[in-house]
């Protein structure tokens, strides 16, 4: 059974660091991968998708990474603004249609 | 970009009282829908699969009975809380898959029962 984890559970940085968000998952037949936001009390925005081929995806100052043979993928953000802080989560998903959410990593950046 | 559209976005009812919520894809058909429920600081937990067309797949412990899914056009599933309780209350949040590709999800909805 697949099992997403995601370090730190939370994490507080000054405004201008770069930071790097962890996503573990124990089973690497994985269809994709894909890291989300969430607002307090909102639904999930996708931030970037990465296929199961793929090294890694850029969206402006957002770079994820995957590492299927060891089960890990990264999101880095770059240059962190307030409004960056948010929940971030990742989503593993299989040749099915079957996703499983890590718990999650609470940002704040303090201005 | 894809958009799921989900109201209402918060309810309030009595308890004993059903709820319906509407998940919408909105430009793209969506064969299959997700609904998902989420507590207060937690991850999402997904409820049950819904495929248009066929009946929904729950997962463990969700009560089929308790939670109507219906997912009656490409573009349109619904949610049903039937006879909500207290315990009810939660953040439910539904989403969208494009055939392969992202899953896209709805704002959420809040609901609290009295």
């Known amino acids: 059974k697949q099992e997403v984890t995601q370090i730190p559970a939370a994490l507080s940085v000054p405004e201008g660091e770069n930071l790097v968000l962890n996503c573990s998952f124990t089973d690497s037949a994985i269809y994709n991968l894909q890291w989300f936001r969430q607002d307090p009390g909102k639904g999930l925005t996708s931030l970037l998708l990465?296929?199961?081929?793929?090294r890694e995806q850029t969206s402006g100052r957002l770079n994820a990474s995957l590492d299927k043979s060891s089960g890990r993928s990264t999101l880095y953000i770059a240059a962190s603004q307030p409004g960056d802080s948010a929940t971030y989560l990742c989503a593993v998903r299989d040749y099915g249609q079957n996703f499983v959410f890590g718990p999650g990593t609470r940002l704040s950046v303090l201005p | 970009g894809a958009v799921v559209s989900q109201h209402p976005s918060r309810v309030i009812c009595k308890s004993g009282t059903s709820v319906k919520i509407e998940c919408r894809s909105l430009d793209f058909q969506a064969t299959t829908m997700f609904w998902y429920r989420q507590f207060p600081k937690q991850s999402l937990m997904l409820m049950a699969t819904?495929?248009?067309?066929?009946?929904?797949?729950?997962e463990q412990g969700v009560e089929k009975d308790k939670f109507l899914i219906n997912h009656a056009s490409l573009t349109l599933s619904t949610l049903t809380v039937t006879s909500a309780h207290p315990e009810d209350s939660s953040f439910y949040i539904c989403?969208?898959?494009?055939?392969?590709?992202?899953?896209?999800f709805g704002s959420g909805t809040q609901l609290s029962v009295l």
């Open positions: 990465i296929q199961s081929s793929q």
């Open positions: 989403s969208a898959i494009r055939t392969g590709e992202k899953l896209f």
């Open positions: 819904s495929n248009e067309g066929s009946k929904a797949t729950y």
